[in-house]
């Protein structure tokens, strides 16, 4: 029925979104809209044979704490989603991947927010240098593909996107046949 918005923020607007609802009344949510973000799978492939999943420990105001994910952020203005994904690639990790491919999108929290996220693999990395922006600290971490696995079924790994991300490029890398992963 009707929108306003609550506060503009810097990446994303919060909004109060009037509806009617089944039975008739009328119903007030509130509502984050956000530009959509990307989620990075960076696979490094050894010379020793052993596939390491590129991951970062990243300082989250909002749990006071570190957490370990896999690089992310979110799309500027108008910027394609595979755009996005190279620059937070180097920007967070260092990386700069010779491959980009889609594995596909979904919706984050949907009952909160309409954000869509794209996640990707990112192959033959080369190391360049981090480019952090002003509030970023994170620090970067070459973990091996089954140790990974082992963090998400101990709970070290818990940020969805992220478990989702790994889960997800395993599962299609397995589908497709494709590299060692699909062996982890």
Do not use: C
């Not at 609550?6 to 009037?18: L, N, P, T, Y």
């Not at 600290?137 to 070459?142: F, Q, Y």
């Not at 973990?143 to 490029?169: A, F, N, P, Q, T």
């Amino acid at each position: 029925m009707s929108r306003r918005v609550i506060h503009r923020g810097a990446k994303f607007d919060f909004e109060q979104v009037e509806y009617r609802g089944a039975d008739g009344r009328v119903l007030v949510r509130e509502v984050v809209r956000h530009p959509g973000a990307v989620v990075i799978v960076p696979i490094l492939r050894g010379d020793d044979g052993v596939e390491r999943i590129v991951l970062i420990r990243n300082w989250r105001v909002s749990l006071g704490d570190w957490l370990w994910e896999l690089p992310a952020g979110t799309r500027e203005n108008g910027e394609a989603p595979e755009a996005t994904a190279a620059r937070e690639l180097v920007e967070e990790t260092g990386y700069r991947a010779g491959r980009i491919r889609a594995l596909g999108r979904f919706y984050t929290s949907p009952g909160l927010s309409d954000e869509l996220m794209w996640a990707f693999v990112a192959e033959d990395l080369t190391l360049e240098k981090q480019k952090l922006e002003a509030d970023e600290r994170i620090s970067v971490h070459t973990v091996e593909v089954g140790e990974v696995m082992g963090m998400i079924e101990r709970g070290g790994l818990m940020d969805g996107k992220s478990v989702l991300g790994v889960l997800g490029v395993l599962g299609v890398l397995r589908v497709r046949g494709e590299g060692k992963a699909s062996e982890g």
